[in-house]
T-cell receptor, first 112, second 114 residues
Framework: EPEVTQTPSHQVTQMGQEVILRCVPI?????FYWYRQILGQKVEFLVS????????KSEIFDDQFSVERPDGSNFTLKIRSTKLEDSAMYFC??????????FGPGTRLTVL | QKEVEQNSGPLSVPEGAIASLNCTYS??????FFWYRQYSGKSPELIMF????GDKEDGRFTAQLNKASQYVSLLIRDSQPSDSATYLC??????????????FGTGTRLTIIP
């Protein structure tokens, strides 16, 4: 069964450093998303992406964040200058119908 | 602010019984409703989705939607210990193009007692 994959599973970084989280969505899906979940809190929407552009972003997704689909398979989330409060699980999701979203296993980001 | 509310639990149910999980949402324009299961430290796993009022059954799971009451529920029949997890209710409002994000509740922690 096709699934969303994410790398790395765990990323540790120093405050102020740049990180890139990578995702490979399900191959025939056209809509891509990033969510995050701070420990013990709700899953929160960050950004949605379709046709090589952002279709919606949340207040969390400020200028420090960017997304890119550099080739036909990868979808990346970049955080330019990490803060302590960026520590969270980051989930990539994809959808074929703009509605039913399938989540990857997540990347645990720890900012020290 | 669009909200999705769930009782955080924990909800304890004996093995073999029916577990009933509830969710309410604030945005009347919401059109798609989802239940995800999340094991500790893992990602949300899609269990059910429902778009129309009424019941939708899939194996041991039944989703129920009442748009007039802004209420969606999940029933798990013949509960198994492996059903012990946090169940997340999520709502997607597709009324505006591009407004396709999922808004999640805090989740209900379910424990099945052998």
């Amino acid at each position: 069964e096709p699934e969303v994959t994410q790398t790395p599973s765990h990323q540790v970084t120093q405050m102020g450093q740049e990180v890139i989280l990578r995702c490979v969505p399900i191959s025939n899906h056209l809509y891509f998303y990033w969510y995050r979940q701070i420990l013990g809190q709700k899953v929160e929407f960050l950004v949605s992406f379709y046709n090589n552009e952002i279709s919606e972003k949340s207040e969390i997704f400020d200028d420090q964040f960017s997304v890119e689909r550099p080739d036909g398979s990868n979808f990346t989330l970049k955080i330019r200058s990490t803060k302590l409060e960026d520590s969270a699980m980051y989930f990539c999701a994809s959808s074929w119908d703009r509605s039913t979203q399938y989540f990857g296993p997540g990347t645990r980001l720890t900012v020290l | 602010q669009k909200e999705v509310e769930q009782n955080s639990g924990p909800l304890s149910v004996p093995e073999g019984a029916i577990a009933s999980l509830n969710c309410t949402y604030s945005d009347r324009g919401s059109q798609s409703f989802f239940w995800y299961r999340q094991y500790s430290g893992k990602s949300p796993e899609l269990i059910m989705f429902i778009y129309s009022n009424g019941d939708k059954e899939d194996g041991r799971f039944t989703a129920q939607l009442n748009k007039a009451s802004q209420y969606v529920s999940l029933l798990i029949r013949d509960s198994q210990p492996s059903d012990s997890a946090t169940y997340l209710c999520a709502v997607n409002n597709e009324s505006n193009f591009g407004n396709e994000k999922l808004t999640f509740g805090t989740g209900t922690r379910l424990t099945i007692i052998p």
